[in-house]
């Protein structure tokens, strides 16, 4: 079973390219025979300030359960990602910021310009108070000042939490709450696709309810008159404006934390995901250079890179910012989105930029390929070699369009598996090392031991399918659930004990390539977007009319998956139309819009097995449209419900 299509690597791939294949069957060789000379030598790509003597002391094991890589080396992350880039390539650009609107003026940031913009905020926080160790939101949109606040805390040993711009005052309020952060850094209004997103007001909004916050500090970016309150507030520009350029950076043990980024699992309120400094850089700045084969040009002038993320979810961290500046590249970084203003917005950039290397997720690609091949086909691309994929399963489908109709049947396509866990590329093909299978991510990044497991934890062999689980420690790995340790090894080691549990299931084939099939736990994947059912029907029953609620993904065209909520309203209350529509409303005023249900069904009640337990298979199957085949219903307190299931299913 060969899965059909395969694309060799281009000849000119595998002679140019940093990784060929015999360098990666023998380096991963390596990297899993002798992680410790393995990581010694990769983790001098980073300035040290105190040299490692320990490279990894990890166990899975709840006895001596420990994730910790290099712990006695010292060092700063932003010394590596921009003071020692100043002598070698100080004027070149490290960011260019491509606005919402084609007509606003692009910025860029040399080396020089972001280093200085950092020293000067982290001066600001310092006299603010913020001390190593403390937490600072980010609630920020697009804009290179994003950059800026991250790479300030971490000149400061602060620990940044960054929270997605698209999330509600509410959703906003409990992650500051979360990790206790008193500091919060925000702008005025967001813009995206000429909507202007209110981030101030929602600041505002959530600080009513929420938490200690001290300090807000808001970037003036469209100009909106918003209120300040006296006391709590700071205007940026006027804040920096007395600050020197001049800030020692804070000598960091490479296990201090370095950021918390929350992301949904399958029970409970989001974790604050938690990576640490030294082990993190190490493999942010590894997969980045290997993964994208990125490097100078011959003439040693930089390639133009582009990641579409925004720095809300992991991969704005580690390969918007982190990553590409570790490695001094010129980093995209775009304010807007695909569709404006119009469909051929990101094919316009990439040539007003000369993008080398493209970087999007698959939701953004099947958008843009329902709408014709002329979007992309009247612009150049030229500049274009390498594509990358990441966030969920491509289709087969997306993947030959991507590679064919984007790429003119030029560029590899480099399909990442990872995870906020992870903090980068776990599973992905090297351009000039993988023949690419589309649809699969092919094989394990140095270091990184997968194996499929069956129910039982069974490790399987050869060509099989089953649970996806890595068995030993990676120096990128997250290293706890910020404030609830239990809750980490509970969540990650306990399922299958030995193993860190990644909640996808996975297929190998006979040449051992790796297939991603989707979640196998109780999260969806919208649009690339991790949401936990629980977390919406938390949501849901905030609402007075709801007794009851239970959500599935469904499949869905663009997105991926869908979402789909079963509700029981509380006796008396009419399910009406109206009630829908008002319920979908609550979900994404309390979450925000990537929350929205897509489907909402009305269920006077829901299947349960005697012992109460809601029998989600049997939603899915319905949400799915697959009611041929619900299997067994036997065991339900009520088989009645099912009928009643299936015939009030809405049209969609
Ligand atoms: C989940 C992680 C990866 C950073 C952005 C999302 C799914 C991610 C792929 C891929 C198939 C993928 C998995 C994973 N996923 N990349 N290339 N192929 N599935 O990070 O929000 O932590 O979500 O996204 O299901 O577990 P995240």
């Known amino acids: 079973m060969n899965d059909g299509v395969i694309h060799p690597v281009p000849e000119t791939w595998a002679k140019e390219a940093l990784i060929d294949a015999g360098t990666y069957a023998e380096k991963y060789r390596r990297s899993v025979q002798d992680p410790e000379g393995f990581w010694r030598e990769e983790a001098r790509r980073l300035d040290w300030l105190k040299p490692f003597t320990t490279v990894k002391n990890t166990s899975f094991d709840e006895a001596t359960f420990g994730i910790r890589w290099f712990e006695d080396g010292t060092l700063n992350l932003t010394?590596?990602?921009?003071?020692?880039?100043?002598?070698?390539?100080?004027?070149?650009?490290?960011?260019?910021?491509?606005?919402?609107?084609?007509?606003?003026?692009?910025?860029?940031?040399?080396?020089?310009?972001?280093?200085?913009?950092?020293?000067?905020?982290?001066?600001?926080?310092?006299?603010?108070?913020?001390?190593?160790?403390?937490?600072?939101?980010?609630?920020?949109?697009?804009?290179?000042?994003?950059?800026?606040?991250?790479?300030?805390?971490?000149?400061?040993?602060?620990?940044?939490?960054?929270?997605?711009?698209?999330?509600?005052?509410?959703?906003?309020?409990?992650?500051?709450?979360?990790?206790?952060?008193?500091?919060?850094?925000?702008?005025?209004?967001?813009?995206?696709?000429?909507?202007?997103?209110?981030?101030?007001?929602?600041?505002?909004?959530?600080?009513?309810?929420?938490?200690?916050?001290?300090?807000?500090?808001?970037?003036?970016?469209?100009?909106?008159?918003?209120?300040?309150?006296?006391?709590?507030?700071?205007?940026?520009?006027?804040?920096?404006?007395?600050?020197?350029?001049?800030?020692?950076?804070?000598?960091?043990?490479?296990?201090?934390?370095?950021?918390?980024?929350?992301?949904?699992?399958?029970?409970?309120?989001?974790?604050?995901?938690?990576?640490?400094?030294?082990?993190?850089?190490?493999?942010?700045?590894?997969?980045?250079?290997?993964?994208?084969?990125?490097?100078?040009?011959?003439?040693?002038?930089?390639?133009?890179?582009?990641?579409?993320?925004?720095?809300?979810w992991v991969t704005g961290h580690s390969y918007v910012v982190y990553g590409p500046l570790l490695n001094g590249a010129i980093s995209v970084m775009f304010e807007g989105v695909p569709n404006y203003p119009d469909f051929s917005r990101f094919w316009q950039v990439v040539d007003k930029h000369k993008v080398e290397i493209f970087y999007a997720a698959p939701t953004a690609l099947r958008a843009l390929m329902r709408e014709g091949d002329d979007w992309v086909k009247k612009t150049s691309r030229s500049t274009l070699r390498l594509l990358g994929s990441v966030g969920e399963p491509i289709n087969p489908e997306a993947w030959e369009w991507y590679y064919n109709v984007v790429g003119d049947a030029r560029c590899p396509i480099v399909d990442t598996w990872w995870q906020t866990e992870t903090g980068g590329h776990m599973i992905t093909p090297l351009p000039g090392a993988t023949d690419l299978k589309p649809g699969s991510a092919s094989k394990p990044m140095f270091g990184v031991q997968p194996a499929i497991l069956d129910s039982e934890g069974k490790e399987l062999h050869g060509a099989c399918e089953g649970a996806l689980v890595i068995s030993d420690s990676w120096p990128g790995q997250m290293r706890t659930v910020y404030g609830d340790h239990a809750r980490f090894f509970q969540t990650y080691f306990s399922t299958f004990p030995g193993h860190y549990f990644t909640g996808d299931g996975c297929r190998r084939d006979e040449d051992g390539y790796y297939w991603i099939t989707g979640r196998i736990d109780d999260v969806i994947n919208v649009s690339g977007h991790r949401m936990g059912t629980a977390e919406i029907e938390s949501a849901l029953v905030l609402h007075e009319r709801v007794a009851e609620a239970a959500v599935v993904g469904m499949p869905h065209d663009i997105k991926g998956q869908g979402i789909y909520a079963y509700v029981t309203t509380t006796s008396g209350t009419e399910d009406s139309d109206d009630l829908r529509k008002e319920l979908i409303q609550w979900v994404r005023r309390e979450i925000g819009p990537i929350a929205t249900p897509d489907v909402l069904q009305f269920a006077p009640s829901l299947p349960k097995t005697r012992s109460g337990k809601i029998m989600r298979r049997i939603l899915r199957k319905i949400a799915e449209n697959d009611t041929g085949n619900l299997g067994d219903t036997s065991t339900l307190a009520d088989p009645g419900v099912v009928d009643d299931l299936l015939a009030n299913r809405p049209k969609t």
């Not at 108070?129 to 939101?137: F, I, S």
């Not at 925000?186 to 309810?209: C, F, I, Q, S, Y």
């Not at 300090?215 to 006027?238: F, K, N, Q, S, Y």
Request: charged fraction near 25%; hydrophobic fraction near 40%; proline fraction near 6%.
């Open 79 to 312: 010394a590596n990602c921009l003071d020692r880039h100043l002598a070698a390539r100080g004027d070149q650009t490290a960011i260019i910021w491509e606005p919402d609107d084609p007509a606003t003026p692009v910025r860029t940031l040399t080396y020089r310009q972001l280093h200085e913009a950092t020293c000067r905020f982290a001066n600001l926080l310092r006299a603010e108070g913020v001390r190593k160790g403390d937490r600072v939101t980010i609630y920020l949109p697009m804009v290179p000042e994003a950059a800026v606040a991250m790479l300030a805390c971490a000149r400061i040993g602060a620990i940044h939490s960054i929270v997605f711009a698209g999330f509600s005052p509410e959703a906003l309020g409990s992650r500051i709450e979360d990790c206790d952060s008193d500091v919060v850094i925000t702008a005025d209004e967001g813009l995206r696709g000429g909507k202007r997103v209110p981030l101030k007001a929602n600041v505002d909004a959530a600080l009513e309810h929420h938490g200690k916050v001290r300090r807000v500090i808001m970037l003036r970016h469209t100009g909106a008159d918003v209120p300040m309150i006296e006391g709590r507030d700071l205007d940026w520009a006027t804040a920096v404006a007395s600050q020197s350029t001049d800030c020692p950076a804070e000598e960091m043990g490479a296990e201090d934390p370095l950021f918390i980024l929350y992301t949904s699992g399958s029970t409970g309120k989001p974790k604050g995901v938690l990576h640490t400094t030294g082990g993190y850089a190490v493999w942010v700045g590894m997969t980045h250079e290997y993964t994208f084969d990125y490097r100078p040009h011959p003439d040693s002038t930089p390639q133009v890179y582009w990641c579409a993320a925004d720095i809300g």
